[in-house]
């Protein structure tokens, strides 16, 4: 059973950083992909960005040039690196790992508020 544990969310002013992490626990073999997805209130989840084990990121249009997603695959962890943070950016951002081995398994963390006030 994988395990996703997320840190680094809070509340920021317009303009600020943060930098989300999720680190996976459990096998989550090698060929994978790591990503956030967010929500805002009364919204839909959204995909901020994904990362394969073995190609290219992927960004949502609204944060391309400001996020930056990355992965360690010694450590099983993925991070988000937000800047110029806008008002709009605030949400619950979700990790998210999609794992494929017999078959396709998908796993979610808990959320971590991001908070951008104006």
């Known amino acids: 059973q994988v395990q996703l544990v997320e840190s680094g969310g809070g509340l920021v002013q317009t303009g600020g950083s943060l930098r989300l992490s999720c680190a996976a626990s459990?096998?989550?073999?090698?060929?994978?992909?790591m990503g956030w997805y967010r929500q805002a209130p009364g919204k839909q989840r959204e995909l901020v960005a994904s990362?394969?084990?073995?190609?290219?990121?992927n960004y949502a249009a609204s944060v391309k040039g400001r996020f930056t997603i990355s992965r360690d695959n010694a450590k099983n962890t993925v991070y988000l690196q937000m800047n110029s943070l806008k008002p709009e950016d605030t949400a619950l951002y979700y990790c998210?790992?999609?794992?494929?081995?017999?078959?396709?398994?998908?796993?979610w963390g808990q959320g971590t508020q991001v908070t951008v006030s104006s």
């Open positions: 998210n790992v999609i794992v494929f081995s017999d078959r396709t398994y998908r796993y």
């Open positions: 459990g096998n989550i073999f090698s060929n994978n992909v």
């Open positions: 990362i394969p084990s073995n190609g290219s990121p």
